[in-house]
């Protein structure tokens, strides 16, 4: 696997931003994907970064360094729907392998 | 609609009797694999496949066994489950194995063995 790690739960309100972040092992890297994943549902796909920098996708923004290690998710303008586990996990260069971290749940309150 | 069907959605069985899962998805896709959900453990790889008849084993492949005689169905077989089988079970494929394909995901089977 990829070691990954991130935050067990978190908690905003309704309006605000979170930022989730993730850490992975750096060797044998090849990009890192965001999903996010409602109680009871299937994941589902949000983003994927292989380039340092960040990427923007309306409310959401997944932004990358390779030389840290480090990644994170940002959700603006909390929706309650966006209450939900947020899975981070990375793809090995040697097989493409995806490896997940156990998932981020956001809970937002009113 | 583009999707990735599994059945059954839930499934209650005893320890040793033989069970199928069944993953298809309409979508051409070449790569298939098979996860397991734990709470706290995150998605773990079990199986996955890279074409029709090409399977590798991924992180947790004890216990499993699959096949991909068709493109588009990859089955999970447990010949003699047992209690550590009980897990939230999904299929996923993308179209390639590529490092940039998204997986999709189908709708989970959960698996409580007695």
């Known amino acids: 696997g990829q070691n990954i790690d991130q935050p067990t739960e978190m908690t905003a309100t309704e309006g605000a931003i979170v930022q989730i972040n993730c850490t992975y092992q750096?060797?044998?890297?090849?990009?890192l994907f965001w999903y996010q994943q409602h109680a009871g549902e299937a994941p589902t796909f949000l983003s994927y970064?292989?380039?340092?920098g960040l990427e923007e996708k309306g409310r959401f923004s997944s932004f990358l360094s390779r030389s840290k290690g480090y990644s994170y998710l940002l959700l603006k303008e909390l929706q309650m729907k966006d209450s939900a586990s947020y899975l981070c996990a990375s793809v090995s260069s040697n097989d493409y392998k995806l490896s997940f971290g156990a998932g981020t749940t956001v809970t937002v309150r009113a | 609609e583009a999707q990735v069907t599994q059945n059954p959605r839930y499934l209650i069985t005893v320890t040793g009797k033989k069970l199928t899962v069944t993953c298809s998805q309409n979508?051409?896709?070449?790569?298939m694999s098979w996860y397991r959900q734990d709470p706290g453990l995150g998605l773990r790889q079990i199986y996955y496949s890279m074409n029709v008849e090409v399977t590798d084993k991924g992180d947790v492949p004890e216990g499993y066994k699959v096949s991909r005689k068709e493109k588009r169905n990859f089955p999970l077989i447990l010949e003699s489950p047992s209690p550590n089988q009980t897990s939230l079970y999904f299929c996923a494929s993308s179209s390639s194995a590529g490092a940039h394909y998204e997986q999709y995901f189908g709708p989970g089977t959960r698996l409580t063995v007695t």
């Open positions: 979508m051409n896709h070449e790569y």
């Open positions: 750096t060797s044998g890297f090849n990009g």
């Open positions: 970064n292989v380039l340092d």
